[in-house]
């Protein structure tokens, strides 16, 4: 007997802290009752397990990179008609969702699947994945600005944690320089507010790599599929932070 909400996270249907949701709001019955409480343990080879009316399956498990172009929506649906990240994913029959998000303005490395474990595993505050970005910025900014992005800055929402942060670019002559920015936290907007907070506003931002998984060679609007040692070593990493959070 598992949980209904692992259960729901593994066949795909959403993340475990989503597939909570879902159940809380009576959108999915076990055995033709709706069930709206968290702790109900199910067996998924013989329980009847319906979401929105129709049964779970165990769905083959997808794992999908998207370089995000810029002004599209993080999401699997729009009700305003406006572009989503899953309109790129031409040939794959699998509903997937996307771990984590980027804002509209942000373009990058999205992964995208139908495991609600490894989902639950890479956007948990405890596990603390790095998820690194190029940011360019008017202006040239002195290296006691990067310090502060190090040491962390303080927003509306608390301080920040610690960054890596380097120069990657720098244009004297036209004013403009990109930085590399390595967070392990997941607040809205996060990067953005960081770099006003130390007066240098983003211009662009683009993700470029997620934990131990890199950008690299795909360009804007292509996807493509994860490797087995990837998604295995996706989720060592996001196992390791854990320890390295508690000192193990």
């Known amino acids: 007997m598992e949980r209904l909400q692992k259960v729901l996270a593994e066949a795909g249907v959403a993340s475990r802290r989503k597939s909570e949701e879902l159940i809380a709001s009576g959108r999915v019955e076990v ?20 979401v929105d009316g129709k049964p779970i399956s165990g769905q083959s498990k997808v794992y999908v990179l998207l370089h995000k172009p810029k002004g599209v929506i993080t999401s699997v649906s729009d009700p305003g008609g406006r572009k989503v990240v899953t309109d790129f994913l031409h040939g794959i ?6 771990v984590g998000r980027l804002d509209y ?11 609600g474990e490894l989902a639950n595993l890479l956007t948990h505050p405890k596990y603390h994945v790095p998820r690194t970005y190029h ?53 809205n907007r996060q990067v953005r507010r960081m770099l006003e907070a130390v007066h240098f506003p983003v211009v662009r931002l683009k993700r470029v790599q997620y ?24 989720r060592e990493t996001a196992l390791s932070t854990q320890n390295i959070q508690k000192g193990e």
């Open 93 to 98: 029959k699998e509903r997937v969702f996307p």
């Open 211 to 234: 934990g131990p998984i890199e950008l690299s060679g795909l360009a804007r609007g292509k996807f493509r599929h994860l490797r087995a040692d990837e998604v295995k070593l996706l």
């Open 105 to 115: 303005d942000t373009e990058g490395l999205l992964i995208l699947t139908n495991d």
């Open 31 to 50: 055995n033709g009752q709706t069930v709206t409480a968290l702790g109900v343990k199910v067996d998924p080879a013989k329980d009847v397990i319906k």
């Open 135 to 187: 940011a360019t910025i008017e202006g040239v900014p002195h290296g006691t600005v990067l310090d502060k992005l190090r040491s962390g800055v303080k927003l509306e929402d608390g301080m920040t944690a610690p960054a890596e942060v380097e120069y990657v670019d720098v244009d004297p002559e036209n004013k403009r320089t990109v930085l590399s920015i390595t967070i392990r936290e997941g607040r």
